[in-house]
């Protein structure tokens, strides 16, 4: 049972740079979301997916896009990256509407 | 004012001891309520899920909200090294909504 799974793991970018990553879950959760956290700062939320076709923005979604492409995947995009932008980024899901959230692993992102 | 404040430490503490962990948050429309425990250069693992004011304890941890406060608490008896970690409170309000976390205490038991 995989859960929540982060690819890739670890990610250098040059500033300006785009790319995705990428979340799947095997849990057949309704709800998924993407997380950044920063030291000092927790988990804040990008966006999330309350369901298959919808998106929403969370706290800190400037400097990203979401595609909710079928219940299993959620992925995050970053156009242009930012150094503003290096994190570990979580991506999380939940089945139902009260009730807990799984995590995956992480994606180690360092913008340069 | 943030929404949820929690004191991020560090806090380090002997094998043994007992640990209290706490947040408080200003929304009195928070319902749920959890904690989450994060190893270093992992992702977060819930801990504890409480609903409504009261105690819930699980083994040598017990969760306590007082919605009446605004505040809730993590308590760990007979700590253990394994239990150094990032400790992250989390709350959400009724319905399809997101987990708002707090900052996260980081904990660190010597043995």
């Known amino acids: 049972n995989a859960g929540v799974t982060q690819t890739p793991k670890f990610q250098v970018l040059k500033t300006g740079q785009s790319m995705t990553l990428q979340c799947a879950q095997d849990?057949?959760?309704?709800?998924m979301y993407w997380y950044r956290q920063d030291p000092g700062m927790g988990l804040r939320l990008i966006y999330y997916?309350?369901?298959?076709?919808?998106?929403d923005k969370g706290e800190v979604p400037n400097g990203y896009n979401v595609s909710r492409l079928n219940k299993r995947e959620f992925s995050l995009r970053l156009e242009s990256a930012a150094p503003s932008q290096t994190s570990v980024y979580f991506c999380?899901?939940?089945?139902?509407?009260?009730?807990?959230?799984?995590f995956g692993q992480g994606t180690r992102l360092t913008v340069v | 004012q943030k929404e949820v404040e929690q004191d991020p430490g560090p806090l380090s503490v002997p094998e043994g001891a007992i640990v209290s962990l706490n947040c408080t948050y200003s929304?009195?429309?928070?319902?749920?309520f959890m904690w989450y425990r994060q190893y270093s250069r992992k992702g977060p693992e819930l801990l504890m899920y409480?609903?409504?004011?009261g105690n819930k304890e699980d083994g040598r941890f017990t969760a306590q909200v007082d919605k009446s406060s605004k505040y809730i608490s993590l308590f760990i008896r007979d700590s253990q090294p394994s239990d150094s970690a990032t400790y992250l409170c989390?709350?959400?309000?009724?319905?399809?909504?997101?987990?708002?976390f707090g900052k996260g205490t980081r904990l660190s038991v010597i043995a």
């Open positions: 999380a899901s939940v089945r139902g509407a009260n009730t807990e959230a799984f």
């Open positions: 849990m057949n959760h309704n709800s």
């Open positions: 929304n009195s429309a928070f319902q749920y």
């Open positions: 409480t609903y409504s004011s």
């Open positions: 997916s309350a369901s298959e076709g919808t998106t």
């Open positions: 989390a709350m959400k309000y009724s319905g399809n909504t997101p987990l708002v």
